[in-house]
């Protein structure tokens, strides 16, 4: 089993930043891919980035250029920098972990075994 803490989350005004962090514990040796997802409320739970076990890196066109994802192997640690926030961005932040790699389903929620509890990222306009 894997389990994964998520934190950094909370409110900041349009234009700033935040840096959400996901601690891994427990068989971690078993994570591949590993992700960020975000839900507002009453939508569907969306793809944000991920990141291989090579370092490779997918994003959604809505935080490309914006969002970083990153990870600490030694730290079993995954994070997500998040610049020029907007409004939009307002939601439950999860990190994911996956037993396969990400090949071409980065984003996909049903590729992910393992999810945290979350972290709410508000954006205020």
């Known amino acids: 089993q894997v389990q994964l803490v998520e934190s950094g989350g909370g409110s900041v005004q349009a234009g700033g930043s935040l840096r959400l962090s996901c601690a891994a514990s427990?068989?971690?040796?078993?994570?591949?891919?590993m992700g960020w997802f975000r839900q507002a409320p009453g939508t569907e739970r969306e793809g944000v980035a991920a990141i291989d076990t090579d370092g490779s890196t997918s994003y959604a066109d809505s935080v490309k250029g914006r969002f970083s994802i990153s990870k600490d192997n030694g730290k079993h640690t995954l994070y997500l920098q998040m610049n020029s926030l907007k409004p939009e961005d307002t939601a439950m932040y999860f990190c994911?972990?996956?037993?396969?790699?990400?090949?071409?389903?980065?984003?996909?929620?049903?590729?992910?075994?393992?999810w945290g509890q979350g972290t709410q990222v508000t954006v205020s306009s």
């Open positions: 427990g068989y971690t040796y078993s994570m591949y891919c």
């Open positions: 994911a972990a996956s037993t396969v790699d990400c090949a071409d389903y980065a984003l996909y929620t049903r590729l992910f075994n393992y």
